[in-house]
């Protein structure tokens, strides 16, 4: 059950990708987090959507969600593999079964 979320862009700069969707998953403040752990005793979409990215991918130092945009910074900088990665986790992030 659930629905998609459609990402509607990526772009990379240098080590970071910026992900704009068609959902909100926070105010317009945001949330950022540098690890699992940091976001894991936060009870909030942005949070779980943190963890979720961080479990993708052992190379992502830091998830900042604001509105419908994420940032996902990566050691190394990313391939197309990983931007496809890491949009595949968004989109599936309303999904549950």
Do not use: P
């Not at 690890?35 to 936060?42: K, L, N, T, V, Y």
């Not at 963890?51 to 993708?56: A, G, K, R, T, V």
């Not at 052992?58 to 496809?84: C, F, K, L, P």
Request: zero cysteines; proline letters at 0%.
């Amino acid at each position: 059950m659930g629905q998609h979320i459609e990402v509607e862009s990526t772009r990379v700069v240098n080590d970071s990708v910026m992900v704009t969707t068609n959902r909100s998953f926070t105010g317009a403040d945001g949330e950022g987090f540098t690890s699992q752990d940091e976001a894991a005793d936060i009870d909030t979409f942005g949070a779980k959507l943190s963890i979720d990215l961080f479990e993708s991918d052992d190379e992502i130092s830091r998830v900042h969600v604001a509105s419908n945009v994420v940032v996902v910074t990566r050691n190394g900088g990313w391939s197309d593999e990983g931007t496809d990665g890491i949009s595949k986790v968004i989109t599936d992030f309303f999904l549950f079964y």
